[in-house]
């Protein structure tokens, strides 16, 4: 059954507790260390957010300010933000109002496909977690600061923000599944879409080395 919501009276924190599996992996760090009932496990800093169904997009943004990264690309904020205290780094979750079934058709793998990788590109993302043997920062634990957006998404709604030029890169040089992904270098991956973003993108690596030496 479709799962639509009031947002008037959406809670993302609250949402994001009832959607968490009864037994879900958790941990202290982005490793596995057990499974356990649903109200223990949301105590740890991580937690398994997708097991039967994806009903979570999290991207994992490595760099100081990543919060604002939606804003300064023009594109939907997420429906929560874990931000680490001590680096800026974030975890974006984008909720789903209907979650995608493992096995999908190819019509939804195909846009699943374009909204991950216009998403990771726009927002300069090591990463999307959506398997379940990936943990994300836990927006119920007080190890992050936590920013709660105001909705869930279609992945319809997610698709209508990305640029053509952006699907089309994704199409055309989308391995196969049987290959293994190339790494890129983080500055081949950047798409600048605005002038906030293009300043933002020219000098961050800047600031990020001086900051190592510190």
């Known amino acids: 059954m ?3 919501h009031n947002l008037k009276l ?13 037994t879900p992996s958790c941990g202290s760090s982005k490793r596995i260390e057990c499974i356990l009932p649903k109200e223990e496990a949301e105590t740890f ?10 009903g979570y997009l999290c991207f994992d943004l490595d760099y100081y300010g990543a919060a604002m990264r939606p804003q300064d690309m023009d594109i939907p904020g997420p429906t929560l933000t874990m931000i680490a205290k001590d680096s800026g780094h974030a975890h974006l ?7 995608v079934p493992r096995k999908h058709t190819e019509a939804t793998k195909a846009l699943l496909r374009d909204v991950i990788f216009g998403h990771r590109e726009m927002l300069c993302a ?12 836990n927006p119920l634990s007080p190890a992050w600061d936590v920013l709660p957006g105001h909705k869930p998404f279609s992945l319809s709604e997610l698709a ?3 640029p053509d030029e952006l699907k089309k890169k994704n199409r055309h040089e989308m391995p196969s599944v049987r290959e293994p992904m190339r790494v890129k270098p983080f500055e081949e ?13 020219s000098v961050r690596f800047y600031a990020y080395s001086m900051s190592s030496l510190s």
């Open 2 to 4: 479709a799962i639509r």
């Open 10 to 22: 959406f809670d993302p924190l609250k949402d994001f507790e009832e959607r968490l599996p009864y």
């Open 45 to 54: 800093p991580y937690v398994q957010i997708n097991c039967l169904s994806i």
């Open 93 to 99: 979750l984008y909720e789903l109002y209907d979650p």
């Open 126 to 137: 090591d990463k999307c977690i959506t398997t379940q043997k990936q943990l994300v920062k």
């Open 160 to 162: 209508e923000s990305i």
């Open 189 to 201: 991956t950047l798409v600048s879409y605005s002038r906030n973003c293009s300043l933002f993108d």
